[in-house]
């Protein structure tokens, strides 16, 4: 057993307490994964990690056997395989999570010198991927190429409206108003639902998209999903494999499909569009969130810069 102290209110006195000895395994499924399951609208991305991650590798030890030196060498063997230093700082992200909740519900001693929270990996400057227009109508044409009934469709949406993959694959026709050219998605991933701005090509593409589903013999009601997996009569859970090869064929390997929403970001930036007005288009909660974009119009911003210099200059 293991004897943990626990302070009342007031910090004046502490007593012990006797609580179970639980492997990392026992406390993530008998603990933290009912909770998760709970609290969190994506859970299984918890059960996906610690399955694949950490259960074989560190889940026959006790919680406080879980020491930094342990750690340290989990963390170690995570970057000798290859795997990327954005990923791995996600695994810690969660062990972090885990034994930060094994003190809180006092499985753990609130204050351990070695077992400190383990730091995140340096990964160096935010890398992002931008579609130039020649890049843009390469990568159309091989979608359109495509055999997916809708992948085309698909990235033109997010191209056109700068949604993410998981908005559109979750929406529902009631949830689109051509009149008002507006999609409204009923949860964002800040939790909040937000409103999408359609562009009258945004309506000829989600007019597109109908026609597939009518010649398809798909229902259009208002409770079915506007891209739905004819096969299962779902909505699709991915349009990975589709995607892989129509980038391969476009030489355009490198480009993850969240990078279109990016690219959309960078066409209004570097047309003069206000970074505020990308925010509210993009969706983001603050407007540091948008400030990444903020370097793609430099030209710009020298032009501005000019301004002050035109009336400062000349006294």
């Known amino acids: ?81 290859g795997l990327q230093r954005s990923t791995i700082n996600k695994h810690i992200y969660l062990m972090n999570r885990l034994l930060n909740l094994a003190r809180h519900w006092c499985f753990l001693p609130a204050q351990n010198p070695h077992q400190q929270s383990i730091r995140r990996l340096p990964v160096g400057d935010y890398t992002q991927r931008f579609l130039s227009e020649d890049e843009i109508h390469r990568l159309l044409k091989c979608c359109r190429a495509s055999s997916h009934p809708y992948l085309y469709h698909f990235v033109q949406l997010l191209l056109l409206t700068g949604a993410r993959k998981g908005e559109a694959k979750a929406a529902r026709w009631r949830d689109v108003d051509l009149v008002k050219r507006l999609w409204t998605v009923p949860r964002s991933k800040n939790g909040r639902s937000r409103r999408i701005i359609l562009n009258s090509n945004a309506v000829d593409v989600i ?77 983001h909660s603050s407007v540091q969130m948008t400030q990444r974009y903020a370097h793609l119009a430099p030209d710009r911003l020298h032009t501005r810069a000019e301004i002050v210099g035109g009336i400062v200059g000349n006294v």
């Open 1 to 81: 057993m293991l004897t943990i102290f626990n302070r009342d209110k007031n910090q004046q006195d502490s007593s012990r307490i006797n609580v179970e000895r639980l492997t990392l395994n026992r406390f993530f499924d008998e603990q933290y994964f009912p909770h998760a399951r709970a609290s969190k609208r994506q859970f299984q991305h918890d059960w996906s990690t610690f399955n694949t991650h950490m259960r074989a590798q560190l889940g026959h030890y006790h919680l406080d056997e879980l020491t930094n030196p342990v750690l340290d060498v989990w963390v170690r063997e995570q970057v000798v395989s």
């Open 207 to 283: 007019h597109g998209i109908q026609t597939i589903a009518e010649r398809l013999n798909q229902p259009t009601q208002p409770s079915n999903f506007l891209f739905t997996n004819p096969k299962t009569g779902r909505a699709y859970h991915s349009f990975y494999a589709a995607w892989h090869v129509a980038r391969e064929d476009a030489g355009l390997d490198d480009v993850r499909i969240h990078d279109l929403r990016h690219t959309f970001a960078s066409l209004l930036i570097n047309k003069g569009v206000s970074i505020y007005e990308v925010q509210t288009l993009l969706g």
